[in-house]
């Protein structure tokens, strides 16, 4: 992983997200004020709980457990503060569609366990952790703290705030881009589930070749899926985790009638982001499988297309 060119990408984001917010920015009443300072305070609650228990059990998935589910608070919680408006009221349902089915595809991982704080951790996360730049208990501790447990959480708020500056424009009626919104969110949502269910197929039946003792043949002694959504792109989960939220921020933007405004920070960070975890997996994967890199060749890494020749 090129960690100087994520730092890069995450600086130069930090720094333009705040002069847009300046320029187009609309300013809170009393109300909405609330609002944030309720989610805020939940936020923080949620920091601290990732940390804290990711430090006493080692395990860093904490964020990766709660990932599709506080959106759904956050999303809900705006929406009482708005009397359960139509256009909130969809907002919140769409999310919760998309939570629950996140947390469907991270339950098959073994992600959940009746102690909730225990279960698999993210094989990102082992790998990174044996890097030497982070054998230093100390170091690893702020990585936790900053990114893991902080940055990822606030994101986690940022994402999901277009549902606060619909609050802003409550009284705007639902139009043709809401419902826009709401197909694309949707559309999104179903190509991520395609894309996840054919991912875990494949993976599932290698690991039980491989538990079975036997010989890996064809795609399964490749070691990696390039067939049906991922033909097209290396990351079509990813893919379609990015627009889901893209599409999420449309909501504000028909609310508002601001193509561009403050909550456009989420998405844009969430795609900064992506940017850096695919350089980190596939990092790993041209480190396992010698035909990876000819895969990254002829496919594209996120947006859909036909493979070059």
């Given at each position: 992983?090129?960690?100087?060119k994520?730092?890069t990408?995450?600086?130069?984001?930090l720094?333009?997200?705040?002069?847009?917010?300046?320029?187009?920015g609309?300013?809170?009443?009393?109300?909405?004020?609330?609002?944030?300072?309720?989610?805020?305070?939940?936020n923080?609650g949620?920091?601290?709980y990732?940390?804290?228990?990711?430090?006493?059990?080692?395990?860093?998935?904490?964020?990766?457990k709660?990932?599709?589910?506080?959106?759904?608070?956050y999303?809900?919680?705006?929406t009482?503060?708005g009397?359960?408006?139509?256009?909130?009221?969809?907002?919140?349902?769409?999310?919760?569609i998309?939570?629950?089915?996140?947390?469907?595809?991270?339950?098959?991982?073994?992600?959940?366990?009746?102690?909730?704080?225990?279960?698999?951790e993210?094989?990102?996360?082992?790998?990174?952790?044996?890097k030497?730049?982070?054998?230093?208990?100390?170091?690893?501790?702020?990585?936790?703290?900053f990114?893991?447990?902080?940055?990822?959480?606030?994101?986690?708020?940022?994402?999901?705030?277009?549902?606060?500056?619909?609050?802003q424009?409550?009284?705007?009626p639902?139009?043709?881009?809401?419902?826009?919104?709401a197909?694309?969110?949707l559309?999104?949502?179903?190509?991520?589930?395609?894309?996840?269910?054919?991912?875990?197929?494949?993976?599932?039946?290698?690991?039980?070749?491989?538990?079975?003792?036997?010989?890996?043949?064809g795609?399964?002694?490749?070691?990696?899926?390039?067939?049906?959504?991922?033909?097209?792109?290396r990351?079509p989960n990813?893919?379609?985790?990015?627009?889901?939220?893209?599409s999420?921020?449309?909501?504000?933007?028909?609310?508002?009638?601001?193509?561009?405004?403050?909550?456009?920070?989420?998405?844009?960070?969430?795609?900064?982001?992506?940017?850096?975890?695919?350089?980190f997996?596939?990092?790993?994967?041209?480190?396992?499988?010698?035909?990876?890199?000819?895969y990254?060749?002829?496919?594209?890494?996120?947006?859909?297309?036909?493979?070059?020749?």
């Open positions: 992983m090129n960690i100087i994520v730092a990408l995450l600086i130069t984001t720094l333009v997200v705040p002069i847009i917010s300046y320029f187009f609309t300013p809170l009443n009393e109300t909405e004020w609330l609002a944030l300072k309720t989610v805020l305070y939940i923080l949620v920091i601290i990732c940390f804290v228990i990711g430090e006493l059990t080692d395990n860093k998935s904490q964020v990766d709660l990932w599709s589910l506080i959106p759904i608070a999303t809900w919680v705006i009482d503060f009397n359960y408006s139509p256009r909130l009221i969809l907002m919140s349902i769409l999310v919760t998309w939570g629950i089915r996140l947390t469907y595809n991270f339950s098959r991982h073994g992600a959940f366990t009746i102690r909730f704080w225990e279960g698999t993210d094989y990102r996360w082992q790998v990174l952790r044996s030497p730049e982070f054998q230093a208990k100390w170091k690893w501790t702020l990585f936790n703290l990114f893991i447990s902080g940055y990822q959480n606030i994101l986690i708020l940022l994402f999901t705030l277009p549902v606060l500056v619909a609050l424009f409550n009284e705007t639902l139009g043709f881009l809401d419902y826009l919104a197909g694309f969110m559309f999104f949502v179903v190509y991520e589930t395609i894309a996840d269910e054919q991912h875990w197929r494949f993976q599932s039946k290698k690991h039980q070749m491989i538990r079975n003792n036997e010989p890996l043949t795609d399964y002694k490749k070691g990696f899926l390039d067939k049906g959504l991922w033909a097209f792109s990351h990813y893919f379609a985790e990015q627009s889901v939220w893209v999420f921020y449309l909501f504000s933007v028909s609310a508002s009638g601001q193509w561009i405004n403050w909550s456009i920070a989420g998405c844009l960070l969430l795609i900064v982001l992506f940017q850096g975890s695919s350089d997996s596939e990092e790993i994967s041209n480190s396992k499988y010698p035909k990876y890199k000819e990254q060749k002829k496919v594209s890494r996120f947006f859909p297309l036909k493979s070059k020749k």
